[in-house]
Every structure is written in structure tokens, then in C-alpha cells.
């Protein structure tokens, strides 16, 4: 099947999904948000996180190389998807953050507050929790997704729905972007690094 069309049906899948988790996590256990408050995640207008469609594709992939270096030994192969997974959703991670600090002038998400913490953008503990949320991943949810891809293969009509999806996606991220360059505008002429989730609320 076409990989694009892959790359696509997995960014559309992880975009909105981790959006959800954004979502509750931010409202229910986030401490930047002592009020509660709901608060949309993310510098686009829409339910989607490209952070996250990046992600499910980067583990989708990796699960394939975990494959080939699995040993049979429970503790040692579950100790190799935690470490694969860690990596890769630390990488993609550093790499978001990085683009909008050095781009825009925007801070998505501040680590600053946590130990051993590289420009605020990644620390141990999140790279922890990215590992755990990998590993789950590979144990509950990666057959399933080999499963939508084969499904999507032979359902190619659906790729319309995908489709409309990034339409709609690459209107947001237009007008998502002019408005950071409004905010990157006035972050440069105050020598300011924004953060964003300060910024909505």
C-alpha cells in the first residue's frame, strides 16, 4: 500500500487521540493548571496534535525494528520496547519543541521546573512516561493499528474521509501559523519566549 497514505492514516489517528489525552491531562493532573480549567492543547485551533500523529507513526515504525531484537526473555525485551520507545518519543519530542522555540519564539510545553530538564523541552521523567506510554502502546495497542492499516488497504474509499481530514488540518495550521507570527513578532521585539498555555489562559 502506499506509505503516504499510511503516514497520513496513522498521523490522523495519533493527531486526534493525543489531543484527547492532552486534553484530560492537562484539565485533570497537569500542576500548570491548578484552576482546573479545560484547556486546549497545542498551538492549532482544531482537536488534533501533530506532536502525536508523528509520534503514533514513529512507534508504528519502531515496532518493526523491535520486532528483530526481541530475545524471548520477558524482562530483558520489555526493558528494549521501554528504552526503543523512550528514544524515539524523546526525539520527536525535542525536535517539536525546538522548531517553535528557535522558530517562533513559543513555548508549547515548560519543563523547566523538572530535574535535569535540556532547554525545558525534554527531562528524565517525561522520557519515563513516554517510554511507559511506548511500551503500552506495543502490548495493547500496536496489533490493533497493523490492523487498521490492513483494514485501510483493502478500504481505500476511506482515504477521502483522510483526505478531508488534511484539508481541514492545513487550513488551521494557516491561520495557526500567522497568528504565531503575530506572537513571534512581539515575543522578539520584547526578547520574550512565550509560553503558550500561559498565553491562552
Not at 7 to 29: H, N, Q, Y
Not at 62 to 80: C, H, P, Q, W
Not at 108 to 129: E, M, V
Request: aromatic share 20%; glycine share 8%; hydrophobic share 55%.
Amino acid at each position: 500500500m502506499n506509505g503516504f497514505l499510511v503516514f497520513a492514516f496513522l498521523f490522523f489517528i495519533g493527531s486526534c487521540l493525543g489531543w484527547c489525552m492532552e486534553l484530560f491531562f492537562r484539565k485533570f493532573i497537569s500542576a500548570n493548571n491548578p484552576k482546573r480549567k479545560w484547556v486546549n492543547p497545542g498551538f492549532l485551533v482544531g482537536p488534533y496534535l501533530p506532536l502525536y500523529g508523528f509520534g503514533l507513526w514513529g512507534m508504528f515504525t519502531m515496532s518493526y525494528v523491535i520486532e528483530r531484537l526481541l530475545t524471548g526473555n520477558k524482562i530483558l525485551d520489555a526493558f528494549i520496547i521501554f528504552l526503543i520507545m523512550a528514544i524515539i518519543m524523546t526525539v520527536i519530542e525535542y525536535i517539536a519543541g525546538l522548531i517553535f522555540i528557535r522558530g517562533m519564539n513559543i513555548k508549547l510545553w515548560d519543563y523547566s521546573s523538572q530535574k535535569l530538564n535540556i532547554q525545558g523541552i525534554i527531562c528524565p521523567k517525561f522520557t519515563a512516561i513516554w517510554g511507559l506510554l511506548g511500551a503500552l502502546y506495543y502490548y495493547t495497542v500496536n496489533a490493533h493499528v497493523v490492523d487498521w492499516v490492513m483494514w485501510l488497504s483493502h478500504h481505500l474509499t476511506f482515504s477521502f474521509f483522510i483526505g478531508m481530514f488534511f484539508g481541514v488540518f492545513l487550513v488551521d495550521l494557516g491561520y495557526s501559523l500567522q497568528l504565531s507570527a503575530k506572537i513571534r513578532r512581539f515575543a522578539v521585539d520584547n526578547q520574550l519566549i512565550i509560553i503558550y498555555e500561559e498565553l491562552k489562559d
